[in-house]
Structures are given as C-alpha cells and as structure tokens.
C-alpha cells in the first residue's frame, strides 16, 4: 500500500555532507510516521531519525544528533535526511521506512521499507 525509494546516496570524504530523499507513495503513506535507519553487513539494522509529515515530532538518534537533519517536503511527497561532518562509521546503508506507532527506534514498529542507498564516507 506504501512505496518508498530512497536515493542521494553516495562517496564523500570525512567532514563532507550528503542529502538523502525518500519518495513516498499509495493512499495511505500519509497515515504513518517516517523514519530512516542505517545497516551495516553483519549487524543490526540501526535507528537513526524519525518525523512525522507535518514536520513535528522529530527524534535523533544519540550517534547523530547535532549533525544530521530529518524533513518532510510534502508538496514533493518526500522526506530527506541531511547529513553534516559525516564520519566513516556513519557508512552504511540507508533505509526510508513509514510506521512508528509504538517504539519509534525499532524496526519491528515499521510497516514499510525502502529499497536502500549506500552511504560510504573515506577517511
């Protein structure tokens, strides 16, 4: 009922910054809150922000605060992420995901699920 597709992802030195875009779309995807999570091979797919569309409610998670930023452009039906002072360990993929009802940093609160874009940051 819900598609999402991430993109902006991308190569960028230590200290760089990127903007990620999630595109949403079906009937429904306005009923949800929107997060995004990072997953590296081998471990825990990892909470990183969530947002509601109207722009409220907005939760970093401690790795992150002060240097990334979550927005809603609802014009566009889009959600983006922006990520300032990048370091290595923020390398990753990065997942779109609309859900969030109960405990906004677990994945088994999200309903839907983007396909993914890789984020990697040199040293």
């Known amino acids: 009922q819900v598609q999402l597709v991430e993109s902006g992802g991308g190569l960028v030195q230590a200290g760089g910054s990127l903007r990620l875009s999630c595109a949403a779309s079906g009937r429904t995807f306005r009923n949800y809150f929107m997060g995004w999570f990072r997953q590296v091979p081998g471990k825990e797919r990892e909470f990183v922000s969530r947002?509601?569309?109207?722009?409220?409610?907005?939760v970093y998670a401690d790795s992150v605060k002060g240097r990334f930023t979550i927005s809603t452009d609802n014009a566009k039906n889009t959600v983006y992420l922006q990520m300032n002072s990048l370091k290595p360990e923020d390398t990753a993929v990065y997942y779109c995901a609309a859900g969030g009802y109960y405990n906004h940093n677990e994945v088994g609160s999200y309903d839907y699920w983007g396909q993914g874009t890789q984020v990697t940051v040199s040293s």
């Open positions: 947002i509601r569309w109207s722009g409220i409610s907005t």
